[in-house]
């Protein structure tokens, strides 16, 4: 079983750029797929983009295909969220979460069932 813990979150301005970053404390997260989602207080996560786990095939939401971009290094133990040209809506806490890879891309809440305790952004205007 793997534990994951988000890092990177805080506070920008709109237009600006943040990276968040996906650890595993135990467990490796090689051969795991790697959601990204995010939640606001009141509503459901929604899944922001994904990644397999040799880091060749990446999915994101329409919402933030072009400015966010999903990579890992898997020496690392690591997964990265990148995002730039933040907008106020961007604002939530972001997870990332793991399933075992079953060789299609999701980004459908109850496939994985690994997840860390989030990190949040807050995007001003």
């Known amino acids: 079983q793997v534990q994951l813990v988000e890092s990177g979150g805080g506070s920008v301005q709109a237009g600006g750029s943040l990276t968040l970053s996906c650890v595993a404390s135990r467990g490796t997260l090689a051969s795991y797929y790697i959601g990204w989602f995010r939640q606001i207080p009141g509503r459901g996560r929604k899944g922001v983009a994904g990644?397999?786990?040799?880091?060749?095939?990446?999915m994101s939401s329409d919402t933030v295909r072009g400015r966010f971009n999903v990579s890992r290094d898997n020496a690392l133990n690591t997964v990265y969220l990148q995002m730039r040209d933040l907008e106020a809506d961007d604002t939530a806490t972001y997870f990332c979460?793991?399933?075992?890879?079953?060789?299609?891309?999701?980004?459908?809440?109850?496939?994985?069932?690994?997840w860390g305790r989030g990190t949040l952004v807050t995007v001003s205007s």
């Open positions: 979460a793991a399933m075992d890879w079953a060789g299609r891309l999701t980004l459908r809440e109850a496939d994985f069932p690994f």
């Open positions: 990644i397999t786990p040799d880091g060749d095939t990446m």
